[in-house]
């Protein structure tokens, strides 16, 4: 069979690196095991959810590599979700309670201060039809709970192994609010259902939701996926991520400039010896991600350690990954360019910086002019290859008595205006024979 994994935001907001990890997980997991990826807009928050967060969320994925096989929004399905609410009420698990939020929040305190667990009393379903009756003729409207069984619900973890929740200890879930709007819990459940996702794969504050929703399943006459929770990312000083406060968009990365392989790569390798590595592509990183190994303790995302391997990731990677890229800002060196400067990057976007050394005018700096003029003597006839470089220096050495440091840091400093920068071997072809020996005559060229 097939699997079929999901990833459910909610458009509500941008999304941040946490909320890229179980959508990297699901999709690396699809990759790794020839499945389907299914993005589902949890939109039943009409108030909340914005059309321009579900644009901005399959944009953040797309910069990713994630391009879903289906895409669902729940706000488009809610006569499935009605039809599934009457077959629990049929059923006697979901029934209605008339409660405000104050009272609710009274009895709660009431309950802490006793020493006791703050859980629904289920005062609900002691009422009569003529107390149900009365409230409503006070204008009330019920919200409707799911009524758990008390006992262990038990799975195999993907990520966890053997895992359990005693439901005695939990609340009856509220699934519909007093306007018939639903919350996540019950869309879910039928969306998995309907669509046949096979893995939900999701951070472990979804632990208690899974017992939940295991219930869920089984009293709509479905058998449950299989569960995976993973650990959470924190900010590097162990802080929790939030959409609300912006820390760490895909949209703020992205601008700055960081590679979204190296994004992903570290999204879910964080905390293990691969994450210092770079990967080539999301294969690779598919062949990495074994859910079975992943830590229980949280997991640091470091900006500092996401600006390195971005830099790492950029200085192994082929032509033909940036080729579109260069083009689009204005840089047409090609392969040889390419080559020569990447090892020297930080972000694609420096190598503006080289192509202007190379093809656009420079100040040199001639700190010995009779040294200048001496070399470009020396310079060879075109054309230029790997080699000329070294068979120059060398004449040059030889002519002049200059060697290491004295030998080479004129001869960039004249060439490129700077005292760093890529290997000169491979920017001397680019350079020419008649811009080198201008900016060895201490012209601008």
């Not at 992903?264 to 010896?273: F, K, R």
Request: glycine share 8%; hydrophobic share 45%; aromatic share 8%.
């Amino acid at each position: 069979m097939t699997s079929l994994v999901r990833f459910a935001p909610s458009p509500t907001g941008y999304l941040h690196i946490g909320n890229a990890r179980p959508a990297l997980f699901n999709w690396l997991f699809a990759r790794r095991h020839g499945g389907r990826f299914l993005l589902r807009y949890d939109d039943t928050d009409i108030a909340r959810s914005k059309p321009e967060y579900a644009d901005a969320i399959a944009e953040d994925l797309a910069w990713l590599g994630i391009v879903p096989d289906l895409v669902i929004r729940q706000s488009e399905r809610l006569s499935i979700y009605d039809a599934a609410a009457e077959r629990l009420r049929a059923a006697g698990r979901l029934y209605p309670c008339y409660e405000t939020a104050d009272e609710l929040d009274r009895r709660r305190k009431r309950q802490l201060a006793r020493g006791l667990p703050p859980i629904y009393d289920r005062a609900a379903l002691k009422l009569t039809e003529e107390q149900k009756a009365a409230f409503e003729a006070e204008g009330r409207k019920p919200h409707w709970r799911f009524l758990l069984e008390a006992r262990d619900v038990t799975w195999d973890d993907l990520v966890r192994g053997a895992s359990h929740v005693d439901c005695a200890s939990l609340s009856d879930p509220v699934l519909v609010r007093e306007d018939g709007s639903y919350l996540y819990t019950l869309p879910s459940v039928v969306d998995d259902i309907e669509t046949g996702v096979t893995h939900v794969i999701r951070g472990e504050d979804h632990v208690t939701n899974t017992a939940v929703q295991a219930q869920i399943f089984e009293a709509l006459g479905a058998a449950l996926p299989v569960f995976g929770h993973h650990n959470l990312l924190t900010t590097a000083s162990g802080e929790g991520l939030s959409k609300r406060l912006g820390h760490l968009s895909l949209r703020g990365l992205r601008d700055s400039g960081v590679e979204p392989l190296a994004v992903a790569a570290l999204a879910v390798l964080v905390g293990t010896s691969d994450a210092v590595r770079p990967v080539a592509s999301l294969d690779e990183l598919a062949g990495l991600v074994e859910l079975a190994h992943v830590s229980r303790a949280p997991a640091k995302f470091d900006e500092h350690e996401l600006e390195a391997l971005s830099a790492r990731t950029l200085h192994q990677m082929p032509y033909e990954r940036v080729a579109e890229r260069l083009t689009e800002a204005g840089i047409p060196g090609g392969e040889p360019f390419w080559q020569a400067v990447r090892g020297n990057l930080t972000k694609l976007d420096e190598a503006k910086i080289w192509w202007q050394v190379v093809q656009g005018k420079v100040t040199p700096v001639i700190a010995d002019r009779d040294f200048a003029r001496r070399a470009a003597e020396l310079l060879p006839a075109e054309p230029f290859d790997a080699t000329t470089w070294k068979s120059w220096t060398q004449g040059v050495a030889a002519a002049t008595g200059a060697k290491g440091k004295a030998l080479f840091m004129p001869l960039r400093q004249a060439l490129t205006g700077l005292d760093h920068g890529p290997e000169l071997a491979a920017l001397l072809p680019l350079i020419g024979r008649d811009k080198a020996l201008k900016r060895l005559a201490g012209e601008s060229a």
